[in-house]
């Protein structure tokens, strides 16, 4: 009989899985980086830094303030044990993964290949050209390359054909991210920063979607096949010809979850077997735009009741809630999301915008006012000020009413 899972338990599986009600460490040093990095299996990177670029968000969300050089040594170093490849969107990801997504690689490059009148096909002598001064020089960024014949053009996210045609051999895996130069990728052969063991290693198809539907069962610890298949945004049917072999094989438990129905009907879901199922869940914390607790929307509505859009592509006046919103966990619901600036001239957190959701505690506002406080205190901030703007503006105020606030 199949086994009904409860909202609120639903919740908590999902936090623990992802990291969330450990005990916070008391000081952070590589081996707690990899442990929380090994986790999720992927930390999805963007360029965006008005307040924190969002890699370094999930884990100050799970382990609270730490040294980021430890992090950059261990992703941006040229033979850092993570690199970087398209895992969900652009991350980074241990090294020994890459030959999971051979496949994707194969199929990148079949299709650009496919295109008769595409760009791969008519700017073939430039990839060799690039693959040709990578051998000879190293590794390099697209800005060591480029020249006064290819320098960029047009608007600012406008591409030279030297990114691009790096950026095609990266996808195909006919180069691979060797650390970052500032925060420009650096492309390598990968026989140049990668060992043997991992350049060599060839796995199947059906292998690898089976490993990594596993890692995405056991990172969201319960989820429908849209969830499972979306972590490494994998295709449905072979997502599914996985989750049937892995409940075969007894790792995936099938369940149905409170509310979760499709059609009228209960939606299939599935447990991972190892997954934890803690009773609370008293965990406050800030969360990425980019996190995987709610990177994909339908199942941060569907978990947490909380319609959520990134609004960085809004323009100004059309925004509901501002430019950088991160939700807010307090507890374990979303209870609220917080518009953040860092004004690193004045040395200023600024507070945009705060927003209460219905679901949240009485003890929200102060909640929040101590995770900015932490926060503040993690990028060397020494004032906090918040506009008057949004439903949780007034009560965060007053909660951060002390020398940090003005």
Request: charged letters at 30%.
């Amino acid at each position: 009989m199949t086994e009904t899972v409860s909202i609120a338990s639903a919740r908590r599986i999902a936090l623990a899985a992802q990291g969330f009600g450990r005990p916070v460490p008391s000081s952070v040093g590589t081996r707690q980086l990899t442990g929380a990095l090994d986790r999720l299996g992927v930390l999805q990177i963007d360029s965006v830094n008005v307040w924190e670029r969002s890699h370094y968000l999930p884990v100050f969300a799970r382990l609270g303030a730490y040294d980021k050089s430890l992090l950059d040594a261990i992703t941006l170093a040229p033979r850092a044990r993570y690199l970087e490849y398209w895992g969900h969107e652009a991350t980074f990801m241990r090294r020994e993964m890459l030959p999971l997504f051979q496949w994707r690689m194969d199929r990148y490059r079949d299709r650009a290949l496919a295109d008769s009148d595409g760009w791969v096909r008519e700017n073939r002598a430039t990839l060799d050209w690039l693959l040709a001064e990578i051998e000879r020089g190293g590794p390099r960024a697209a800005s060591d390359i480029e020249h006064e014949d290819n320098v960029r053009q047009g608007p600012w996210w406008g591409w030279s054909d030297v990114k691009r045609g790096l950026e095609v051999l990266f996808r195909s895996g006919e180069l691979v991210s060797a650390g970052r130069k500032g925060f420009e990728r650096r492309y390598a052969l990968p026989a140049q920063v990668l060992p043997a063991e991992i350049t060599s290693r060839v796995v199947p198809k059906p292998d690898a979607i089976r490993e990594l539907v596993a890692h995405a069962a056991r990172a969201h610890g319960i989820g429908t096949l849209d969830d499972i298949a979306d972590y490494f945004r994998l295709p449905s049917a072979d997502t599914r010809d996985a989750i049937r072999d892995l409940v075969d094989a007894g790792e995936l438990l099938p369940v149905a979850v409170e509310g979760w129905t499709q059609g009228g009907k209960p939606r299939a879901a599935w447990l991972h077997r190892d997954a934890r199922r803690p009773r609370r869940m008293d965990v406050d914390a800030l969360l990425s735009p980019f996190d995987p607790v709610v990177w994909a929307r339908s199942r941060a509505l569907r978990l947490f009741d909380f319609h959520y859009r990134i609004e960085i592509y809004t323009p100004e006046p059309k925004r509901v809630h501002g430019y950088y919103v991160q939700p807010v966990l307090i507890d374990g619901v979303l209870a609220g999301r917080v518009d953040l600036k860092n004004d690193r001239q004045s040395k200023t957190l600024l507070v945009q915008s705060a927003w209460r959701e219905p679901s949240a505690p009485r003890e929200t506002a102060d909640k929040i006012a101590a995770l900015l406080r932490r926060a503040a205190e993690w990028q060397g901030l020494e004032k906090i000020s918040v506009r008057e703007r949004g439903t949780l503006s007034g009560g965060l105020r007053g909660a951060l009413g002390d020398a940090l606030s003005h």
